[in-house]
């Protein structure tokens, strides 16, 4: 294994998908649902659907360094398109499912991309909307074609139609089949990947392969996946953390990807899969836990008494490293494992997971050391887009919660004199796409990528340790001159199964206060549970004894922090965030100035 594992170092994605199509013809290398049933994908038949695709999109006109868009959700013809397009030089622009047709158009706008690859008519509709004002998107590819009936189809193409024009090719012209999918080399921009928009519009990343295998490399020094590992694919594969999961880790390392059904389901598919290794954002473990507590209390009685008192048994044991644990502790932890601890990981999916991620934005130390006590080796990791994804990662479980751990090997992470966070590496993208004045403001002179966050080094067990203080744009100063850093706040307010998401106001003000969205499913329960009636979102929010809720769990988080960062006042949002509305983006972090602009009233009346 050793010896591939060199072969593959210097070889760019591509290759490295068609060395093991060549070494493990026969070893499933994907699976994927249909039919409620997991279909296997070899590594050759990946290889080869993935060729044929990419000769296809050249019988449709595009040519080597041009970008295909991608609008889908994540499923096998997804890594099909981008890895087809990259064996023939070709750059992939994964656009978010979630995208709304005005942001849909600035971003095809952006990357001139002349083929899109629809995944079915819903994401079809939102093209055909803008596609007269997209002079250079020629073709249209569909994955799933159901319900076009009465559509005018010109200009589009079934996905499996465009791989038999690639097979047809290849069995005509070997010779040329072959000289056109040699693929790129190292140093050829190989993705597209448009930055998250929280701050602004949407950039357009430029990465390499000698990036992105190098972020790869460095993040699985710390993983470990081998072949023998599975992973589960489930967020938007057009976000920089998901492609490491999702592609480039598997494939460098020969593990197994299994594509989740949908976001919606990824808990019952964790459940079927048990994978070894999972990547989540921190809105996935605050759900995860959420969906805890809503388990445990439904159970109530005997059951919901059993897991109080397993957590308050084992909370010593969080921030110990299992190998430091005294006899006594082991003892304790292996009788609530078999009281509590084993069904709940089985309700999880992750009792056999032997590394978990959670990375993308700051979590609640609180939700960290909730998963350590019950079992799940999660560990914080650090990166950004503009950074191939990764740059630190906790490297073992005596790491101190709440730090991100250590750079990887061929990695630099150097503080400014204002604590901002600096990299420099291969990992470092080639610049933003149409936007030099961007760039230039993004990497400096000597290199150094101004990552816009604000760190700090702490002392961990096998040396320094890097730490996330805040969005250097997002630390306030209260009217008495006391720096607040809004993201520890709310995290601790998200630890609350009830609280979705809060929005915390203090800059320039006298004291702390905050927007607050409600957890509406696990409110929901709740108010059923206590006699509450509601008709829509607004009416539950409205109640009384909701808000009487919500003051608890807000009273609970204030409990725990200093005086100066509790939140005295707060005002409970009628509506859901939303991405078209863009109050969120589409990655669900939230657009602070967008937010203060649309509820600059409520604001207001908080500090009457």
């Known amino acids: 294994m050793t010896r591939s594992l060199d072969a ?12 093991w199509a060549k070494e493990r013809p026969r070893d499933v290398a994907l699976r994927q649902k249909e039919f409620g049933v997991w279909q296997p994908i070899t590594w050759t038949e990946y290889a080869d659907e993935s060729r044929w695709f990419g000769l296809g999109l050249l019988q449709l006109g595009l040519a080597p360094g041009q970008a295909l ?24 622009a994964g656009v978010y499912p979630t995208s709304p047709a005005p942001e849909l158009e600035y971003l095809l706008t952006l990357s001139d991309a002349p083929v899109i690859v629809c995944e079915d008519q819903e994401q079809l509709d939102k093209v055909l909307t803008i596609r007269d004002r997209l002079p250079h998107l020629r073709s249209i590819v569909m994955m799933d074609s159901r319900g076009l009936r009465r559509y005018d189809t010109t200009g589009m193409h079934d996905f499996a139609e465009v791989v038999a024009l690639g097979r047809r090719f290849e069995s005509e012209n070997a010779t040329a089949a072959a000289d056109a999918t040699v693929g790129p080399a190292l140093d050829d921009i190989g993705l597209i990947v448009f930055t998250s928009g929280s701050t602004g519009r949407p950039k357009a990343a430029m990465m390499s392969w000698r990036g992105l295998g190098t972020a790869a490399r460095g993040l699985n020094s710390v993983l470990g996946c081998t072949e023998r590992d599975s992973l589960v694919s489930y967020l938007p594969l057009c976000h920089m953390g998901e492609q ?29 899969l048990s994978p070894r290794i999972f990547f989540g954002v921190p809105r996935i473990w ?20 059993l897991y109080r008192r397993a957590m308050l048994s084992l909370d010593d044991t969080a921030a110990i490293p299992r190998s430091q644990w005294s006899v006594v502790q082991r003892a304790r932890w292996a009788i609530w494992y078999l009281l509590v601890l084993r069904a709940l990981l089985n309700f999880l ?15 609640a130390p609180e939700v960290l050391r909730f998963f350590r006590v019950l079992g799940v080796p999660i560990r914080e990791a650090y990166g950004m887009t ?104 709310e995290n601790a307010m998200r630890f609350s199964p009830y609280i979705k998401e809060a929005i915390v106001i203090a800059d320039r003000r006298h004291f702390v206060s905050a927007l607050i969205q409600i957890d509406f499913e696990t409110v929901s329960k709740w108010s059923e549970e206590q006699g509450v009636i509601y008709t829509t979102f607004r009416s539950l929010v409205e109640n009384q004894k909701v808000r009487d809720l919500i003051q608890r769990e807000v009273d609970q988080a204030n409990s725990k922090m200093p005086q100066v960062q509790q939140i005295r006042k707060f005002h409970l949002l009628t509506k859901e965030l939303d ?9 669900m972090k939230v657009r602070r100035k967008a937010v203060f602009e649309k509820y600059a009233q409520v604001i207001e009346e908080i500090y009457v």
């Open 8 to 19: 593959l170092r210097d070889l760019p994605l591509p290759q490295q998908l068609q060395y």
């Open 69 to 92: 868009a991608v609008l889908s959700e994540n499923r096998k013809e997804w890594v099909f398109a981008q890895m087809g397009a990259a064996m023939v030089r070709c750059v992939t």
């Open 244 to 272: 490491m999961f999702s592609l480039h880790i598997p494939i460098a390392f020969g593990a197994v990807v299994n594509f989740a059904e949908s976001l919606r389901t990824v808990q019952e598919d964790l459940r079927e």
């Open 286 to 305: 605050e759900k995860f836990h959420s969906s805890i507590q809503n388990k445990v209390r439904e159970a109530g009685g005997i059951r919901l008494w």
């Open 349 to 363: 999916g992750l009792r056999r997971c032997r590394v978990a991620v959670s990375a993308a934005a700051p979590i």
């Open 386 to 489: 503009e950074a191939s994804g990764a740059t630190t990662m906790q490297p073992g479980e005596g790491s101190p919660v709440g730090t991100v751990g250590v750079p990887y090997p061929g990695v630099e992470v150097a503080l400014a004199e204002d604590g901002e966070i600096l990299i420099r590496g291969e990992v470092v993208f080639r610049g933003y796409l149409k936007n030099d004045e961007a760039t230039r403001e993004a990497i400096d002179a000597e290199g150094w990528l101004h990552t816009g966050d604000v760190g700090r080094w702490d002392d961990g067990p096998t040396g320094r340790e890097l730490r996330i203080v805040d969005r250097k744009k997002d630390i306030m100063i209260t009217a008495g001159g006391k720096n607040i850093t809004p993201s520890e706040i």
């Open 579 to 587: 991405h078209d509305d863009g109050e969120v983006t589409a990655t």
